[in-house]
């Protein structure tokens, strides 16, 4: 009988029913629910009546901390074992002269109620534990208990159960539901994380079970012995014969000899693996298609899958929540290609330093990195998403928190929508426009970087190079002579004002206009074509924006240059002369900085141009600086031939919503899983993906009310 009660009391999958204990007919509410013909528990008395109250009286209730054991008793067998006294109304019973005797030979005081003759029973030793100490009152209370519990355990697996289970030799049937399973018969030469998630990734109810078998690595080091001296025998025999090899066999043989080093230096362990998959439809037809796109999925994978015909009923089990390998189908692997395919696991990115980016979708963590101090390759990134998507709330907010951080910020601002943080926290606006008053001059040269050791005229070349792809831009394109003309024309204009190829330290305080330019294309021969292009930057319509001396600084924590007062033609212009501008003042002061540019598309409208930012790109790691490249048209970048290397130059990838449309168009420069395309066209304003290096991680941008009062610049209706 104790052990009856000990072995109730700890089962912890027991679902115990609850009851007040002012009214006993709540204890069959469970069955009344199952619809189970069920007797009810007993009572103190051994019976329910719901017929005839039961009189309590009441006591203040000393406070009395409850152990585990003391709660589950208590739900159990209906007791309080708080140590408050009650007063029983005495039991009417016919046998008073039997309870008696066995009141005298029992232990327990036959006048106190059932609930303490209880909790006094599990505290008695088991060594000093004889069934004759119960009373027969208490043995049928015990046995009540028990044939409840062992009802209410076989109903529950009745409920969990299939009503029915039909088996074939390709499928089986449960409950109407059809489903059929797969085991991996091969795996390739290497798993990867990659393919993992393409598996996950295929849409279809389904079950998968991964078997991991840890082995001893001496036994499989003979066998690897054995096999790599047979296909070294069989590679010598073909090349004796003449016969031309088979690649499959020469990259078996490298597989196997790669491992027998790895294992031999205990770089890598030996595992047993096995993987099972179970798909589940409704009707024959859709599970043959389910199956079909399943090998297919597979076989693009390198993956061999078999159907288990004629042993579905071992299968079932082998993919149920149950840790049972009925069959155990395994292949060999090893610690990187099982550490690579583990498919339960999804990495937080936290870093000791940097800005919160958001929540992470698959773990509700936070993620938490920082661009400026990392093991990335590079602090740029790329930004791709639709108008209206959340990209510039998202970029502001990034630019905000590094702000605080300490990093200096330059954003290129073709649409003004950058302003209201100047606004808020202050610092620099330049407002590039015809009617501006704000200047950039292209013809300033670099000062020296101290730790740069520089020959004659090196700066200088330097400038003229990037005044020539400027020329290229506003002049609609130089063929090769009128290259050759401006490069000359460019070295006389700076001629005039002292400055030369035989020099290593310019003044820099005296620079030429673009009207120095002017007159002396003017007075070159084969000069006056380009000299009548060149003129409308000078004295027509567009002469303030390059023919006047700089008179602005990035020296500030943020600065904003914005661009949307400029007239189309000029924009691409502009914002070259505009990077080419603040790359002069990174080089010089070197010292971590974020530029932001926005609208890219500008930029990559032109070859020129785009080659700069790439430029750009490839070197801004050595000066400290991450670019932020920004664009809603992945056409853009499919259209350049610049757009997947700057892709690739930038560690970060930042996808937000896209249209269905531009998906297709966007595999072509990152590669995307079919889960991470289907939540990019379905996902909502805030929700983006985040790539960094091998990690992709689905983030949903949080912000506090101060920082969107700081950001928003959306209509607000009320």
């Given at each position: 009988m104790l052990d009856t009660i000990k072995n109730i009391v700890f089962d912890t999958h027991y679902p115990l029913p609850t009851m007040e204990k002012s009214d006993a007919s709540h204890i069959v509410s469970w069955q009344e629910k199952t619809q189970a013909d069920q007797s009810p528990l007993p009572t103190d008395q051994g019976k329910i009546n719901d017929n005839q109250p039961q009189e309590q009286k009441h006591s203040t209730p000393t406070p009395h901390k409850t152990s585990r054991l003391e709660n589950l008793v208590s739900k159990l067998f209906f007791i309080d074992t708080s140590h408050d006294k009650e007063t029983k109304k005495p039991q009417a019973n016919a046998s008073k002269e039997q309870e008696s005797i066995e009141n005298s030979?029992?232990?327990?005081?036959?006048?106190?109620?059932?609930?303490?003759?209880?909790?006094?029973?599990?505290?008695v030793p088991d060594e000093e534990y004889n069934d004759k100490i119960l009373t027969s009152q208490l043995r049928k209370y015990i046995q009540d208990t028990?044939?409840?519990?062992?009802?209410?355990?076989?109903?529950?697996?009745?409920?969990?159960a299939p009503s029915y289970r039909e088996l074939s030799a390709s499928?089986?049937?449960?409950?109407?539901?059809?489903?059929?399973?797969?085991?991996?018969s091969s795996y390739p030469s290497y798993m990867d994380a990659l393919r993992t998630r393409d598996i996950l990734d295929f849409h279809s109810k389904r079950d998968l079970s991964f078997f991991l078998y840890p082995e001893d690595d001496s036994s499989i080091k003979s066998q690897l012995k054995q096999k790599a001296t047979q296909i070294r025998a069989e590679i010598n025999d073909a090349v004796s014969k003449g016969i031309t090899l088979d690649t499959e066999l020469q990259v078996q043989y490298q597989d196997v000899e790669t491992i027998r080093q790895k294992l031999a230096t205990h770089e890598e362990r030996y595992f047993e693996t096995g993987m099972y998959i179970t798909i589940y439809q409704e009707e024959k037809e859709k599970l043959r298609e389910e199956s079909k796109k399943l090998e297919q999925k597979m076989s693009w994978l390198s993956i061999r899958t078999k159907p288990a015909t004629f042993r579905m009923d071992e299968w079932f089990t082998t993919t149920l929540p149950l840790c049972l390998d009925d069959l155990g189908i395994t292949r060999s692997t090893i610690s990187s290609s099982l550490a690579g395919s583990f498919p339960f696991i999804s990495q937080d990115l936290i870093s000791e330093t940097g800005i919160l980016y958001g929540l992470n979708l698959h773990t509700w963590g936070l993620i938490v990195f920082d661009r400026f101090n990392s093991s990335l390759p590079n602090m740029?990134?790329?930004?791709?998403?639709?108008?209206?998507?959340?990209?510039?709330?998202?970029?502001?907010?990034?630019?905000?928190?590094?702000?605080?951080?300490?990093?200096?910020?330059?954003?290129?601002?073709?649409?003004?929508?950058?302003?209201?943080?100047?606004?808020?926290?202050?610092?620099?606006?330049?407002?590039?426009?015809?009617?501006?008053?704000?200047?950039?001059?292209?013809?300033?040269?670099?000062?020296?970087?101290?730790?740069?050791?520089?020959?004659?005229?090196?700066?200088?070349?330097?400038?003229?190079?990037?005044?020539?792809?400027?020329?290229?831009i506003l002049l609609g394109g130089l063929d090769a002579t009128q290259e050759a003309l401006m490069d000359k024309a460019l070295q006389n204009t700076y001629a005039l004002k002292g400055i030369n190829f035989k020099q290593k330290v310019y003044n820099t305080q005296n620079p030429p206009l673009m009207e120095d330019l002017l007159q002396v294309m003017e007075g070159m021969a084969w000069g006056e074509d380009l000299a009548i292009k060149l003129n409308k930057y000078v004295g027509g319509t567009f002469w303030k924006i390059f023919n006047n001396y700089t008179n602005i600084n990035v020296n500030d924590r943020l600065t904003i240059f914005s661009i949307r007062d400029l007239e189309e033609a000029l924009k691409t212009p502009a914002m070259y002369n505009v990077l080419n501008f603040i790359w002069t003042q990174v080089r010089t002061t070197m010292k971590p900085r974020l530029v932001v540019c926005d609208e890219a598309r500008i930029l990559l409208q032109n070859d020129i141009s785009a080659n700069f930012l790439y430029w750009l790109i490839k070197r801004a790691r050595k000066y400290w600086l991450g670019i932020t490249t920004i664009t809603q048209d992945v056409e853009d970048l499919i259209r350049s031939k610049y757009g997947k290397p700057i892709v690739s130059n930038s560690s970060m990838q930042l996808l937000l919503k896209q249209s269905t449309s531009s998906i297709k168009s966007l595999d072509q420069i990152v590669w995307l899983s079919e889960t991470e395309k289907q939540r990019l066209v379905a996902s909502g304003?805030?929700?983006?993906?985040?790539?960094?290096?091998?990690?992709?991680?689905?983030?949903?941008?949080?912000?506090?009310?101060?920082?969107?009062?700081?950001?928003?610049?959306?209509?607000?209706?009320k």
């Amino acid at each position: 009988m104790l052990d009856t009660i000990k072995n109730i009391v700890f089962d912890t999958h027991y679902p115990l029913p609850t009851m007040e204990k002012s009214d006993a007919s709540h204890i069959v509410s469970w069955q009344e629910k199952t619809q189970a013909d069920q007797s009810p528990l007993p009572t103190d008395q051994g019976k329910i009546n719901d017929n005839q109250p039961q009189e309590q009286k009441h006591s203040t209730p000393t406070p009395h901390k409850t152990s585990r054991l003391e709660n589950l008793v208590s739900k159990l067998f209906f007791i309080d074992t708080s140590h408050d006294k009650e007063t029983k109304k005495p039991q009417a019973n016919a046998s008073k002269e039997q309870e008696s005797i066995e009141n005298s030979k029992s232990p327990f005081n036959p006048s106190s109620p059932l609930k303490d003759q209880v909790q006094k029973l599990l505290s008695v030793p088991d060594e000093e534990y004889n069934d004759k100490i119960l009373t027969s009152q208490l043995r049928k209370y015990i046995q009540d208990t028990s044939n409840h519990y062992n009802s209410i355990v076989s109903n529950a697996k009745n409920h969990i159960a299939p009503s029915y289970r039909e088996l074939s030799a390709s499928h089986y049937n449960l409950s109407g539901m059809l489903a059929k399973t797969y085991y991996t018969s091969s795996y390739p030469s290497y798993m990867d994380a990659l393919r993992t998630r393409d598996i996950l990734d295929f849409h279809s109810k389904r079950d998968l079970s991964f078997f991991l078998y840890p082995e001893d690595d001496s036994s499989i080091k003979s066998q690897l012995k054995q096999k790599a001296t047979q296909i070294r025998a069989e590679i010598n025999d073909a090349v004796s014969k003449g016969i031309t090899l088979d690649t499959e066999l020469q990259v078996q043989y490298q597989d196997v000899e790669t491992i027998r080093q790895k294992l031999a230096t205990h770089e890598e362990r030996y595992f047993e693996t096995g993987m099972y998959i179970t798909i589940y439809q409704e009707e024959k037809e859709k599970l043959r298609e389910e199956s079909k796109k399943l090998e297919q999925k597979m076989s693009w994978l390198s993956i061999r899958t078999k159907p288990a015909t004629f042993r579905m009923d071992e299968w079932f089990t082998t993919t149920l929540p149950l840790c049972l390998d009925d069959l155990g189908i395994t292949r060999s692997t090893i610690s990187s290609s099982l550490a690579g395919s583990f498919p339960f696991i999804s990495q937080d990115l936290i870093s000791e330093t940097g800005i919160l980016y958001g929540l992470n979708l698959h773990t509700w963590g936070l993620i938490v990195f920082d661009r400026f101090n990392s093991s990335l390759p590079n602090m740029n990134s790329v930004v791709l998403a639709t108008s209206g998507a959340g990209k510039s709330f998202a970029v502001k907010l990034e630019i905000l928190r590094y702000l605080l951080t300490g990093i200096d910020v330059i954003v290129i601002d073709p649409e003004n929508e950058y302003k209201n943080l100047i606004d808020k926290v202050g610092w620099t606006y330049v407002n590039i426009a015809t009617s501006s008053q704000q200047y950039i001059n292209p013809f300033d040269i670099a000062p020296q970087i101290h730790d740069i050791e520089y020959q004659e005229g090196d700066l200088l070349r330097t400038q003229i190079m990037n005044i020539l792809g400027l020329m290229h831009i506003l002049l609609g394109g130089l063929d090769a002579t009128q290259e050759a003309l401006m490069d000359k024309a460019l070295q006389n204009t700076y001629a005039l004002k002292g400055i030369n190829f035989k020099q290593k330290v310019y003044n820099t305080q005296n620079p030429p206009l673009m009207e120095d330019l002017l007159q002396v294309m003017e007075g070159m021969a084969w000069g006056e074509d380009l000299a009548i292009k060149l003129n409308k930057y000078v004295g027509g319509t567009f002469w303030k924006i390059f023919n006047n001396y700089t008179n602005i600084n990035v020296n500030d924590r943020l600065t904003i240059f914005s661009i949307r007062d400029l007239e189309e033609a000029l924009k691409t212009p502009a914002m070259y002369n505009v990077l080419n501008f603040i790359w002069t003042q990174v080089r010089t002061t070197m010292k971590p900085r974020l530029v932001v540019c926005d609208e890219a598309r500008i930029l990559l409208q032109n070859d020129i141009s785009a080659n700069f930012l790439y430029w750009l790109i490839k070197r801004a790691r050595k000066y400290w600086l991450g670019i932020t490249t920004i664009t809603q048209d992945v056409e853009d970048l499919i259209r350049s031939k610049y757009g997947k290397p700057i892709v690739s130059n930038s560690s970060m990838q930042l996808l937000l919503k896209q249209s269905t449309s531009s998906i297709k168009s966007l595999d072509q420069i990152v590669w995307l899983s079919e889960t991470e395309k289907q939540r990019l066209v379905a996902s909502g304003i805030g929700e983006w993906l985040m790539f960094v290096g091998w990690q992709h991680l689905a983030i949903k941008v949080l912000a506090s009310a101060q920082e969107k009062e700081f950001i928003q610049t959306g209509l607000k209706t009320k």
